[in-house]
C-alpha cells in the first residue's frame, strides 16, 4: 500500500489507455510534456531555446521501478522531434527509443505517446530531443527511478533530492550551430556553462556581466540530500582549464575511471543485467573494433565516422522496415573492424546475434575526449588505456567487479573495452555522445532478432505507431494545432491528400 500511497501523492495513478499488454498489475505514471520556443537570457543575451511545459530545463519526471510510464510528447517546435531516454533501457521495446532508427519523427504540430517500463534500474536519468543537435538549444529534463519500498538501498533515506543540470552552453541556437558544422566548422568554444538553465554568478565583474540570474540550492543544516547530476553537455572536457588537471595527467583520469567499482559483496540495489553474475567468464561470442576519427569531408560533406561510416539515417526507420518486410531500407554490414578504404556514407547496420556475449572496443582516432553510448543495454567497463588496443590488452581486463553503464568515455589515443549480453530484443542505438561528432554521422545500430520469432521476447510496434519513408502511406492525418509555429512536410502533405480524397468523394457521388 506505500507504494500506491506515493504515487498517489504524486498524482500520476491512471489507467493505460494505449494498450495493456501484460504488467497490468503495476501503477501507470501519466505525463504531459509540451516542447515550445522560449525566449531566456541564461548568458545574459536573449536567445530561444527549447521549454518543455514553458520551462527550461523540463520539468523532473519522478517514477518508481516496475511503473509504466506513459509520456504524451506534444510538439510545438517548428521541426521534428523524438524524445529519448539514454540509460533506461527499454526491455524488448525498441518501439519506444525515440531515435530515428526505431521511430518515424513526430512532425511539427503533432503528438505522440510513448509507453514503456522502467524495470529494475534505480537511479537518475534524463530525457532530451535525439534529432538535429536540439539538444543544444534545452528541451532536456530529469527523468528520476525510484527504489520501490520493498527494495533497500545501502544508504539512509536521504531527507531530500537536489537535481543538478549541467552542461556546456552556446549563445548560437541550434539551427545555428546546424549551419556551422554543415559548413565543416569546428563549433569552438561554448560561450559557458550553466546549471539548471541559470548562468554563473558574478565572481568576477569584469568576466561575468551583471544581471544573470543564478542558480541557488536551499539545504537545512543538520540534513542529508541526495544530489543526483545530468551532464547534458555537447562535448566532454570542452575548453580545458589551466593545468594541473585531469587531461593532462593522462594517467590519472584513466586510472581513476577505472578505480570505480562494483562492490561484489554488498547486497541491495544495484544494476544487476542479465549475464552479470560472473561475466568474467562468460566466453566471448564476437569482438567489434569501433574506431572514431576526426571529422573528414565525404562527397563534399562534412562527416564524422566509425570504422570509416558515416552512418546515414533511413527514411524507414529499421525496426519499422523489418515488421513491414521494407527491402534496401539498411544494410546489415557493419564492419567488426575499421575499413581500410576511403570513408563512406553509409546505411550500415551491425548484425549481432541475439543471445550473444560481446566485447566492443571503443578505439578513439578523434583528437577530443569522447564519450560512446548504447541504448536497450548495460555494459561492463572492463579496461581502458591509452595506445592502441590488441589481444594482449584482454589480459589488462577487470573480469570481477566492473561497474555497469550505457555511457563510457573514451579519451583521444586510447582504448575502452566494453561487455555486453546480447539479451535485449530489438534494434539499439549505438552512438558518440558529443552532440556534434553524433550530428555529423557517428553512430549505428545493433539488430537483434531472436531466431524463433517467439512473441514473448519483444512487444509488438504499439497501435500508435507513426509511419514515414515507405510507409508514409500508412500514417492518418492528425490535427495539427495552431499554436504550432510552422506546419510543414508530412502533416501538410496529409491535410492536402486529405482534401484531395474528399474533394475526389464529392466529384463521384
Ligand atoms: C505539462 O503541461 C501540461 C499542460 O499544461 C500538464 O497537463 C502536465 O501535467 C504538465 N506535465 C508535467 C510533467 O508537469
Ligand atoms: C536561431 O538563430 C537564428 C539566428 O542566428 C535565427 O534566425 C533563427 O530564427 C533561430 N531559430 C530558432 C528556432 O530559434
Ligand atoms: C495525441 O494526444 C491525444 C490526447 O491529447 C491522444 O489521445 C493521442 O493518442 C495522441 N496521439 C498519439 C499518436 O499518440
Ligand atoms: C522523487 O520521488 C520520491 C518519492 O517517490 C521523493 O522521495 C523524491 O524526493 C522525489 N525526487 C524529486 C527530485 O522530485
Ligand atoms: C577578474 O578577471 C580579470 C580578467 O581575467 C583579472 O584580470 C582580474 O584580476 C579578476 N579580478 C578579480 C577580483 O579576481
Ligand atoms: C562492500 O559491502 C560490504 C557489505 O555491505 C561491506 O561490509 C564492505 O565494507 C563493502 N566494501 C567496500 C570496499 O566498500
Ligand atoms: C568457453 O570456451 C572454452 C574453450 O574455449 C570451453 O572449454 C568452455 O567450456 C566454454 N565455457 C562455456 C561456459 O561455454
Ligand atoms: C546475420 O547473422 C545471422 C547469424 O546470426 C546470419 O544467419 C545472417 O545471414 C546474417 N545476415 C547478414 C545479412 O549478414
Ligand atoms: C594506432 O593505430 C593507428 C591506426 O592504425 C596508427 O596510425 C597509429 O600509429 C597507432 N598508434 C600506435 C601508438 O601504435
Ligand atoms: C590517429 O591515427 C593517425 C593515423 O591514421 C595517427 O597518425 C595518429 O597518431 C592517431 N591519433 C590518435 C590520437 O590516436
Ligand atoms: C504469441 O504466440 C502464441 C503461441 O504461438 C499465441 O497463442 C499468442 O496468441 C501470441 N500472442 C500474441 C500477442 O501475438
Request: aromatic share 12%; proline share 7%.
Amino acid at each position: 500500500m506505500a507504494l500506491f500511497g506515493s504515487s498517489y501523492m504524486l498524482g500520476l495513478i491512471h489507467i493505460p489507455l494505449l494498450f495493456s499488454l501484460c504488467f497490468a498489475a503495476d501503477p501507470f505514471a501519466n505525463f504531459q510534456l509540451e516542447l515550445s520556443y522560449i525566449t531566456v537570457s541564461p548568458l545574459g543575451v536573449p536567445q530561444q531555446v527549447i521549454a518543455v511545459n514553458g520551462t527550461f530545463p523540463g520539468p523532473t519526471l519522478n517514477v518508481t521501478t516496475n511503473y509504466n510510464v506513459v509520456v504524451n510528447v506534444k510538439n510545438k517546435l517548428d521541426e521534428n522531434l523524438l524524445i529519448t531516454w539514454p540509460g533506461v533501457q527499454m526491455r524488448r521495446n525498441s518501439w519506444q527509443d525515440g531515435v530515428l532508427g526505431t521511430n518515424c519523427p513526430i512532425p511539427a504540430g503533432w503528438n505522440w505517446t510513448y509507453q514503456f517500463q522502467v524495470k529494475d534500474q534505480i537511479g537518475s536519468f534524463f530525457y532530451y530531443p535525439s534529432l538535429n543537435l536540439q539538444r543544444a538549444s534545452g528541451g532536456f529534463g530529469s527523468f528520476i527511478i525510484t527504489n520501490r519500498d520493498i527494495i533497500p538501498i545501502p544508504f539512509k533515506m536521504p531527507d531530500g533530492d537536489i537535481v543538478i543540470i549541467i552542461g556546456d552552453w552556446y549563445i548560437r541556437n541550434h539551427t545555428a550551430l546546424r549551419t556551422a558544422l554543415d559548413a565543416g566548422n569546428d563549433l569552438g568554444m561554448p560561450d559557458g556553462v550553466l546549471i539548471n538553465g541559470k548562468g554563473p554568478y558574478q565572481y568576477n565583474t569584469t568576466l561575468v556581466p551583471g544581471g544573470i540570474d543564478y542558480e541557488t540550492i536551499n539545504v537545512d543544516p543538520g540534513k542529508t540530500y541526495r544530489i543526483r547530476v545530468h551532464n547534458v553537455g555537447e562535448r566532454q572536457a570542452g575548453p580545458l582549464p589551466d593545468p594541473p588537471n585531469d587531461f593532462y595527467d593522462t594517467s590519472y583520469v584513466v586510472n581513476q575511471a577505472m578505480s570505480i567499482r562494483q562492490n561484489g559483496s554488498a547486497s541491495g540495489a544495484r544494476p544487476n543485467p542479465q549475464g552479470s553474475f560472473h561475466y568474467g567468464s562468460i566466453n566471448i561470442t564476437d569482438t567489434y573494433i569501433l574506431r572514431s576519427m576526426p571529422p573528414v569531408v565525404i562527397n563534399g560533406k562534412t562527416r564524422a565516422t566509425f570504422n570509416g561510416i558515416s552512418f546515414a539515417n533511413p527514411d524507414t526507420p529499421i525496426r519499422l522496415a523489418d515488421q513491414y518486410k521494407v527491402q534496401g531500407a539498411y544494410k546489415l554490414d557493419f564492419p567488426s573492424a575499421p575499413l581500410t578504404g576511403p570513408p563512406r556514407v553509409d546505411r550500415s547496420v551491425i548484425n549481432a546475434t541475439y543471445k550473444g556475449f560481446i566485447e566492443v572496443i571503443l578505439q578513439n582516432n578523434d583528437t577530443v575526449p569522447q564519450s560512446f553510448h548504447m541504448d536497450g543495454y548495460g555494459f561492463f567497463v572492463v579496461g581502458m588505456a591509452y595506445g592502441n588496443w590488441t589481444e594482449n590488452s584482454r589480459n589488462t581486463y577487470d573480469k570481477w567487479d566492473a561497474i555497469t553503464r550505457s555511457t563510457v568515455q573514451v579519451f583521444p589515443g586510447a582504448w575502452t573495452a566494453v561487455l555486453v549480453s546480447l539479451d535485449n530484443v530489438g534494434v539499439w542505438n549505438l552512438r558518440a555522445e558529443n552532440l556534434d561528432r553524433w550530428y555529423l554521422g557517428q553512430e549505428t545500430y545493433m539488430r537483434i532478432v531472436n531466431p524463433k520469432e517467439d512473441n514473448t521476447t519483444e512487444f509488438p510496434a504499439p497501435s500508435n505507431v507513426l509511419y514515414c519513408g515507405a510507409l508514409a502511406h500508412l500514417q492518418t492525418p492528425q490535427q495539427v494545432s495552431s499554436s504550432a509555429s510552422t506546419v510543414s512536410g508530412q502533416p501538410r502533405l496529409y491535410l492536402m491528400l486529405l482534401v484531395v480524397f474528399s474533394a475526389a468523394i464529392l466529384v463521384l457521388r
